[in-house]
């Protein structure tokens, strides 16, 4: 089954059509977060690229493509109603991102619920804008970034509000981290942190030992990207020499999935992770191959 999610929210808002710039990018879907079963996922589209105005949108099998939070059809074409979706909980019932201020009154991070609708998390003490990049499988938790790109990783729950996870050695200095993933209910936290010498690592946090960085192939960079619901296996990717390979931590070892049939000359990425952590998905530039990319697993 295929689709096209952007062509499908300018149609529920009448928004026109983007006819100056190429479909490669009006069109474009970045696709955030799955349910466990399969039955709905979530994703941000552009309403309008020229203006880069966004709508985030959730499909299933009963509704198709809509807006998370079933926006009004007549909203304005305008800056303020522009929102991702990043991620959703395991059932479907949470949904996060980051809305501007005609969402919810403030612009920033969000949980998203129908008893509840949009609910600001907020920012951390003297932040500038949040932005929500994952939820936990019980739709407790939420993690992300205060600022714009990147920034200071937090953690939201509803009794402690938001909540900073620290810094690598050096990193309270550049406040370039992004949190990538969280486990079922939220007690670990992974994803992309730096430290004062520039250096890109993957890290891991929780509550007893803080932020920390993860082993590496070859102490170069890494990125964490996903971790099974009960924290143990983590995947992403770590720089072996010149070629990125996809890794996975197991209780705290890396282990290299290398590449196709054993291949290191090649380039991969380990994305997502089951949540029982047996199977991993990610993408796949090999020398064996043709030359663009391919989805592996």
Do not use: C
């Amino acid at each position: 089954m295929t689709m096209n999610a952007a062509q499908e929210i300018r149609s529920y808002y009448g928004d026109p059509e983007d006819s100056t710039y190429s479909t490669g990018l009006t069109d474009r879907a970045e696709i955030g977060g799955l349910t466990a079963d399969g039955s709905a996922f979530v994703g941000t589209v552009y309403r309008s690229y020229a203006q880069s105005i966004q709508s985030g949108f959730i499909w299933t099998a009963a509704g198709g493509v809509q807006p998370v939070g079933d926006r009004p059809a007549n909203s304005p074409l305008i800056q303020a109603e522009s929102y991702t979706s990043s991620d959703i909980s395991a059932d479907g019932s949470v949904i996060v991102g980051k809305a501007a201020g005609a969402i919810f009154g403030l612009a920033g991070a969000y949980r998203w619920n129908e008893a509840g609708g949009f609910q600001s998390l907020g920012t951390l003490p003297d932040g500038v804008s949040s932005n929500a990049t994952a939820v936990s499988g019980d739709g407790n938790v939420v993690v992300g970034f205060d600022g714009f790109l990147s920034g200071e990783s937090f953690r939201w729950t509803e009794a402690g509000g938001m909540q900073s996870l620290g810094f690598l050695p050096g990193g309270e200095t550049i406040k370039t981290d992004q949190p990538t993933a969280t486990n079922y209910d939220g007690s670990v936290v992974v994803g992309i942190a730096m430290t004062g010498d520039y250096k890109r690592n993957a890290f891991s946090w929780t509550e007893q030992t803080g932020m920390q960085a993860l082993p590496t192939l070859d102490d170069k960079l890494t990125e964490a990207n996903d971790i099974s619901w009960d924290g143990s296996i983590i995947v992403g990717k770590s720089r072996k020499g010149y070629y990125d390979q996809a890794v996975r931590w197991v209780d705290g070892e890396i282990q290299s999935l290398g590449g196709l049939d054993g291949d290191e000359i090649s380039l991969s990425s380990a994305l997502g992770v089951s949540g029982n952590g047996a199977v991993a998905v990610g993408t796949l530039y090999s020398s064996r191959l043709p030359r663009h990319r391919h989805s592996a697993r």
